[in-house]
Every structure is written in C-alpha cells, then in structure tokens.
C-alpha cells in the first residue's frame, strides 16, 4: 500500500542509483506495483525522476572530470609512533584517464570516434541542435544540466535500440540470403 513518505525515500534510493526492480524490493512490491505508483501518484514520480536525473548528472560530471583530468586539496599527516605530529596541505593532480575519455568521446560523439564503421543512410540529428535551453523555464541552471544530461542519455539510448535493431534485421536478411542459397544448391 502506498505511503505519504514514499517520496522522500524514493529520491534518495534514485540519488544512490538503483533501479526501478531494486526500488520495487526495498518497498517490498511488484515493479507493477511501482509502475501504477508513479502514474497515480505524481508526488512520486517526479522526485524519482529528479533523483534519477541528479544521479546520472552527477557520474556524468564525474566522468568528465575524469576524463579530463582534475585536481584538489588533500592533506598529508606526519606521524611518530602513532602521534600525529604534523599535516600538510597540498593541491593533488590527476592527470587525464584514457579509458574515460574514449569511453566520454564514443558516447558522446559515435559519428567521429565509433569503432565500428556504417554507412548512414540519412542525415544524422545533431544531439546539440535538439537542445533549446530557452524553452526550459526553470532558472536553476542545475536543474538545466541535469534535464539536458537526462534528455542526452535518454536519446543515446533510443539511437542503441535503433542501431540494434536494424542490426537484428541485417542479421534476420543475412540468414534468410543464405537459407535461399542453400536451397538453390539442394
């Protein structure tokens, strides 16, 4: 049975990145369950999705932090037999991960650094072009970021669908091409 605290939960279960079946467990229900819960209760469905967003723009900041290299304050501790006998502050650097950055580049612009190569049988929508923060009337610019990372992931994983699927039908093709060859040979 739904409750008035739900929310507050669920944004803090969706901060920590779970998902919708892990959410549906810690509120012991069905994702069914779960899945009426968000379309009959907006209270809820919207601090899930702020909590998702927030989420997936936090590890996409991280990301590019990483990818790019970055650095900060950290303290260094001087000890004599188990005494703390001096600290120092100094500014720690993390140079540029390259894993990071292909993983950053391949998502974020496939066209350029994909490595599997395909010819586009129509023009390719710009991501960028399809985002107009004007038309947000939201003026945390925090919230603009995380909308516009939401939006971007969501569209890179509707491209994946679409990419596998016609793969499927290439695949469905390549084997009916072969079934008619070795029927023509029988």
Same mark, same amino acid.
């Given at each position: 049975?739904?409750?008035?605290?739900?929310?507050?939960?669920?944004?803090?279960?969706?901060?920590?990145?779970?998902?919708?079946?892990?959410?549906?467990?810690?509120?012991?229900?069905?994702?069914?369950?779960?899945?009426?819960?968000?379309?009959?209760?907006?209270?809820?469905?919207?601090?899930?999705?702020?909590?998702?967003?927030?989420?997936?723009?936090?590890?996409?900041?991280?990301?590019?932090?990483?990818?790019?290299?970055?650095?900060?304050?950290?303290?260094?501790?001087?000890?004599?037999?188990?005494?703390?006998?001096?600290?120092?502050?100094?500014?720690?650097?993390?140079?540029?991960?390259?894993?990071?950055?292909?993983?950053?580049?391949?998502? =974020?612009?496939?066209?350029?650094?994909? *490595?599997?190569? $395909?010819? !586009? %049988?129509?023009?390719?929508?710009? &991501?960028?072009?399809?985002?107009?923060?004007?038309?947000?009337?939201?003026?945390?610019?925090?919230?603009?970021?995380?909308?516009?990372?939401?939006?971007?992931?969501?569209?890179? =994983?509707?491209?994946?669908?679409?990419? *596998?699927?016609? $793969?499927? !039908? %290439?695949?469905?093709?390549?084997? &009916?091409?072969?079934?008619?060859?070795?029927?023509?040979?029988?």
């Amino acid at each position: 049975m739904y409750r008035g605290e739900y929310p507050e939960q669920v944004v803090k279960l969706c901060r920590l990145g779970v998902t919708d079946q892990e959410i549906a467990d810690f509120f012991d229900v069905s994702v069914a369950t779960l899945n009426r819960w968000k379309h009959a209760h907006p209270e809820f469905m919207e601090p899930m999705k702020r909590g998702k967003m927030h989420a997936d723009a936090n590890v996409a900041d991280r990301l590019y932090q990483r990818a790019c290299g970055y650095s900060h304050v950290d303290t260094k501790f001087v000890t004599h037999k188990g005494v703390i006998t001096d600290r120092e502050e100094y500014v720690k650097h993390y140079p540029p991960d390259t894993q990071a950055c292909i993983f950053w580049l391949k998502n =974020r612009r496939p066209d350029l650094w994909r *490595e599997k190569v $395909e010819i !586009q %049988r129509g023009p390719r929508v710009n &991501q960028m072009s399809d985002f107009d923060a004007s038309q947000l009337t939201d003026d945390d610019e925090d919230e603009k970021f995380m909308r516009f990372i939401a939006d971007t992931c969501e569209r890179q =994983r509707l491209e994946k669908e679409e990419e *596998e699927e016609e $793969e499927r !039908q %290439r695949e469905q093709q390549g084997q &009916q091409q072969e079934q008619r060859r070795q029927d023509l040979e029988q």
